[in-house]
């Protein structure tokens, strides 16, 4: 089967679904304090909790497809191995600067390097891109390796949790200023699931896409039911972040999505694919650096003392936590179309010149 190309849409639409719901968990903080604590609540966070790993397993997905098909590509993996290393260096770029806007670092260089998502994400996929392109050239033992990679992370995140001192603290642990809020170990196995999704997409079998996808909805559930024996065997950890059952629960509900997602893909008429909405969710999909930094900085950042959390932070009901919540949405698409264009040009001029025959 030969290598596919063009842009896999249904990850396109679910990294930009994952934005959207990004913004919408962003902008709780409009809502008063005792909201939280409703049923309503409760679900709502159920949904927000499926956002980091469709977020980190479509990065993944596009690291694992870009690779396979360099490898198979007539310009070779040189070029594209560069390219994706330039990426990388711009989503650790995003997240330093993060940092810099929210922290005090002239008076706590340390606050320079907390890791949050898009550090998560950058370390993540820096990591794993050494064996994604070593095996590009081998796209299923690709997979096979990625799939036990990503088991491996899951599995071994009890034990992670554990690790104390210095950097691994910093890598590995939450609580405390300087630990993360995303440790390494259990987030990066969605980069590698991610992978595994597109390398084997890369090879043009869509059906065999569909049957891991299947394989991790199955194997998802099975792990979640064996909770009570994962909290028997594992020493105490925090159950909604390393424990085996809640990744298990997530990639499972990110499997299922994905498969409608390509359901949607294969089936939406022509019509459909160009409307509006559909292309709306492909602008943060397809810029989704771009969306996550100009959210935050549309909710939170000050100016003269003033920000939207400044002014309407935990004071709002559900009906104006919604209405603030579409402002910032429509705030940040009108800047990351922005950017795009800008960036798009940019691109367009360093691009190197394609080779000739």
Not at 170 to 177: D, I, T
Not at 252 to 270: F, I, K, M, N, T
Request: proline content about 6%.
């Amino acid at each position: 089967m030969g290598v596919s190309g063009g842009r896999i849409k249904a990850f396109d639409w679910l990294r930009g679904l994952a934005v959207l719901v990004m913004v919408e968990t962003h902008a709780l903080v409009f809502l008063r304090p005792e909201l939280h604590q409703t049923r309503a609540m409760a679900r709502l966070n159920w949904v927000n909790g499926l956002v980091a790993p469709s977020f980190i397993l479509a990065a993944g997905f596009s690291l694992g497809l870009l690779q396979v098909r360099a490898a198979a590509g007539p310009a070779g993996r040189s070029a594209r191995f560069w390219r994706t290393l330039r990426r990388i260096a711009e989503v650790l770029a995003v997240a330093t600067l993060v940092n810099v806007v929210w922290f005090p670092i002239t008076v706590e260089p340390r606050w320079l390097t907390r890791i949050d998502i898009l550090q998560c994400i950058g370390l993540s996929l820096l990591l794993a891109l050494p064996l994604l392109a070593a095996l590009a050239a081998r796209p299923h033992l690709l997979v096979g390796v990625s799939l036990g990679v990503a088991g491996a992370i899951f599995f071994l995140a009890p034990y992670a949790e554990r690790v104390t001192g210095g950097v691994a603290s910093q890598l590995l642990k939450r609580g405390g200023p300087w630990s993360t809020v995303f440790p390494l170990v259990p987030w990066a196995g969605y980069v590698f699931l991610g992978a595994a999704l597109g390398a084997l997409l890369a090879t043009g079998n869509t059906s065999r896409v569909h049957r891991l996808l299947l394989a991790l909805v199955g194997t998802g559930v099975l792990v979640a039911l064996l909770t009570p024996v994962w909290l028997a065997i594992y020493p105490p950890h925090e159950f909604w972040v390393t424990d085996p059952a809640n990744s298990a629960q997530r990639w499972a509900v990110v499997s299922v999505l994905l498969l409608g997602l390509l359901w949607l893909e294969r089936c939406l008429p022509d019509a459909w694919r160009t409307s509006a909405p559909v292309r709306f969710v492909e602008l943060f999909g397809t810029s989704s650096l771009a969306a996550y930094f100009f959210h935050l900085m549309l909710l939170f950042y000050q100016v003269r003392g003033r920000s939207l959390d400044v002014l309407f932070g935990k004071r709002c009901g559900w009906w104006g936590d919604a209405g603030l919540t579409l402002c910032v949405i429509a705030g940040t698409a009108v800047l990351t179309a922005l950017t795009d264009r800008v960036y798009r040009a940019l691109d367009r001029r360093t691009r190197p010149p394609a080779p000739r025959d």
